[in-house]
């Protein structure tokens, strides 16, 4: 069974950064895409990025390009976030998703796992 734990959210300030991490496991996850999402109080799911497990091309939301980066590592199956330059409105609750297939699909119900979700606050 598929399990992505995310860690590392926390409070940093505005302007700060923050890197969170999804250890995947449970699945062989070479031909999937790791994707991360935000979901902010009363907003719908917001799709930032993804990464294919396999040959690592990632593919960014515009609301993010250039201010996160994913990365991942195969041997330690786990997915990184990296945020820089962090605002206010990026507070939310930040997912890792799993899906079979390429980085570039961006809405939520194109992926089949899901974490549990860690929360992100930044203060101005």
């Known amino acids: 069974q598929v399990q992505l734990v995310e860690s590392g959210g926390g409070l940093v300030q505005a302007g700060g950064s923050l890197t969170l991490s999804c250890a995947a496991s449970g699945h062989t996850f070479v031909g999937f895409a790791m994707g991360w999402f935000r979901q902010a109080p009363g907003k719908e799911r917001e799709f930032l990025g993804a990464?294919?497990?396999?040959?690592?091309?990632?593919f960014y939301a515009d609301s993010v390009k250039g201010r996160f980066t994913i990365s991942r590592d195969n041997a330690k199956n786990t997915v990184w976030l990296q945020m820089n330059s962090l605002k206010p409105e990026d507070t939310a609750v930040y997912y890792c998703?799993?899906?079979?297939?390429?980085?570039?699909?961006?809405?939520?119900?194109?992926?089949?796992?899901w974490g549990q979700g860690t929360q992100v606050t930044v203060s101005s």
């Open positions: 990464i294919s497990w396999t040959i690592s091309s990632t």
């Open positions: 998703a799993a899906r079979g297939g390429g980085p570039t699909y961006t809405q939520p119900g194109d992926y089949e796992y």
